[in-house]
């Protein structure tokens, strides 16, 4: 199936664990089956992805660098939800991806473990920010995977990574015309998925992510506002604007998260639920990350 083709889609199942994330990623049996793809959510933007014999991340922020870092500020980023597995915990990782340079999507204090636990591991990163993603993940420039809008770039055996251009808040563009914050669609073969990044609405967004017609979009959807901008937090997609990207993008379902993690920065979950159920009863399927729940996506009819 070729990117733009969204002939087939698969179907989305919602299967509840009703073990830790830690067991579950220790489980051998717990793993996709062929033709599959399953998720789950770390907080804030990341994800577990994994498909075929492979394990990816997304965007992990499993430290507590921002509280350190913050504390006793305005905005102390405590967290609200605890990290529901550390990076000595896992017992294997084949590629990182990271959408930008805040911490909370390139944490030295997460990526650095992980470089030193798994020293094959490499990491996709915006080519904007090259120098800073060195000092983060720790790694030489070898161990970097460096991409801009507009590449197709072959990360795993038979997958490959598409980033499209994010705006957070502004649609910048270095000297040499790269893009600090992007997206990824990320393609297996079977199973595309869509993460923004960090994001607002921009012209042309909409039609950049059709043209990969992803079957899933992972969207943020704690907004924006005066306070957290001129305070040095930029903001995201509203939950408005996340459902009519994702509808008009042309995506089979999205999972809304970016919520939940630090108190000056979200969403209430009540929100979000009752957003979802108008959106089911209009046939549009929609989910809510949260703990305890995975995404398991076949790429075939059933």
Known sequence: MSAGDSSTLPSLRVETFDTSLRDRLLDPRSGPGTDELTLHWLGQAGFVIEFDRFRMLIDPYLSDSLA?????????HARMMAAPIL??????????????RHTDHMDPGTLQPLARRFP??????????VDEA???????????????????????????????ASAHETLDRDANGNYPWLGYVIDTGGVRLYHSGDCIPYPGLEEAVAAHAPHVALLPVNGRDVQRSGNGVPGNFT???????????????????????FDFNTISAEMVDQRIATEKAKGFEMFRAQEGYGWRLRSHAE
């Open 239 to 261: 939950l408005d604007e996340a459902v009519a990207l994702a509808r008009n993008g042309g995506a089979q379902a999205m999972i809304a998260h970016h919520y939940g993690l």
């Open 68 to 76: 350190e870092k913050y504390q006793g500020t305005k905005f102390p």
């Open 120 to 129: 094959q591991v490499r990491f996709v990163v915006p080519a904007a920010v």
């Open 87 to 100: 990076p000595d915990e896992l017992d294997r990782l084949d590629i990182v991806l990271c959408t930008h």
């Open 134 to 164: 060195v000092k983060r993940c720790g790694v030489g420039i070898d161990r970097l995977i460096v991409v801009n809008a507009g590449d197709r770039v072959e990360i795993l055996d038979g997958c490959f990574v598409s980033p499209i």
